[in-house]
């Protein structure tokens, strides 16, 4: 079953947000967090999806409620 974490967003990173598709991007100065979902399809992990923070909310929480 698909499942969305909430995690700090990690220097470096280079994920795209599925949602606006820009770059989740880290800040030094803000404590930004970002949805991590992993998805199955038919009950097979399939991919995983990365979400700002507000976006998955938006989105209308499409793998579920974010879990920390
Ligand atoms: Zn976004």
Redesign the pocket.
């Known amino acids: 079953m698909s499942r969305a974490v909430l995690r700090g967003v990690e220097p470096g990173s280079d994920a795209i947000?599925e949602?606006?598709q820009?770059p989740i991007k880290f800040v030094a100065r803000l404590q930004q967090r970002q949805v991590i979902a992993n998805v199955y399809v038919d009950a097979r992990w399939d991919r995983v999806e990365h979400?700002?923070e507000q976006?998955y909310l938006e989105a209308g929480e499409p793998y579920g409620e974010m879990r920390s």
């Open positions: 947000c949602h606006c820009a979400f700002h976006c």
